[in-house]
């Protein structure tokens, strides 16, 4: 089992920059591939950026490209999103997930605002 917790949210003015941390435990966290989502109003839940258990992968939705960037402190069990140029259409509830070995885990998700 692995638990994911996020922190970091909140509400923010465009051009802003928020950080997310999302905080894992269990013991092969540090061995799972992590990922960031977000689900918008009315959307569906979207992949926004994924790292590899090590941190040598990375890979970002086109949306975000040169925007977001992912990174994980594996001796902290941490995985964070580093989002800076924020736009009104990044407001959405952001979720922390972790694959491993084939298993999906989620946070309970942490609500980004960006107003205009």
């Known amino acids: 089992q692995v638990q994911l917790v996020e922190s970091g949210g909140g509400l923010v003015q465009a051009g802003g920059s928020l950080r997310l941390s999302c905080a894992a435990s269990g013991r092969t966290a540090s061995s799972c591939a992590m990922g960031w989502f977000r689900q918008g109003p009315g959307k569906e839940r979207e992949n926004v950026a994924r790292?590899?258990?090590?941190?040598?992968?990375?890979g970002y939705a086109g949306s975000v490209e040169g925007r977001f960037t992912i990174s994980r402190d594996n001796a902290k069990n941490t995985v964070y999103l580093q989002m800076n140029s924020l736009k009104p259409e990044d407001t959405a509830i952001y979720y922390c997930n972790a694959r491993c070995r084939s298993t999906d885990y989620w946070g309970q998700g942490t609500q980004v605002t960006v107003s205009s």
């Open positions: 790292i590899s258990w090590n941190g040598a992968s990375t």
